[in-house]
């Protein structure tokens, strides 16, 4: 079973910077052959693709909306996977939750279906 537990958010104006980190844990989940993805859910909204890394941070892939602000990153020594995430606007505002891939050795995907494990995510608002 794999434990996903993040922070790093809170309340922020616009044009700020916030960090996400998502930190992970399980007897038997090895966080390095694993791909990690960041979504987020608005109020009245469906769960959306916000970005995601490979298993070797090879590979990292933004939705549109993100492209160019956030950027994805990983510490396979610390089982972490961070979220930068600068320029914010508040139509950022959302729930943050990472998620692990259901496959080792995986470059990505945006696709939830594709991700098996989710943390209880971390609440980002960005004011006007």
């Known amino acids: 079973q794999v434990q996903l537990v993040e922070s790093g958010g809170g309340l922020v104006q616009a044009g700020g910077s916030l960090r996400l980190s998502c930190a992970a844990s399980?007897?038997?989940?090895?966080?390095?052959?694993?791909?990690m993805g960041w979504f987020r859910q608005a109020p009245g909204k469906e769960r959306e693709f916000v970005a995601t890394?490979?298993?070797?941070?090879?590979?990292?892939f933004y939705a549109d909306s993100v492209k160019g602000r956030f950027t994805i990153s990983r510490d396979n020594a610390k089982n972490t996977v961070y979220l930068q995430m600068n320029s914010l606007k508040p139509e950022d505002t959302a729930v943050y939750h990472c998620?692990?891939?259901?496959?080792?050795?995986?470059?990505?995907?945006?696709?939830?279906?594709?991700?098996?494990?989710w943390g209880q995510g971390t609440q980002v608002t960005v004011s006007s």
């Open positions: 998620a692990a891939s259901r496959r080792a050795l995986f470059s990505g995907s945006y696709s939830i279906a594709d991700y098996g494990s």
């Open positions: 399980g007897r038997t989940f090895i966080f390095s052959r694993h791909a």
């Open positions: 890394i490979g298993w070797n941070g090879g590979s990292t």
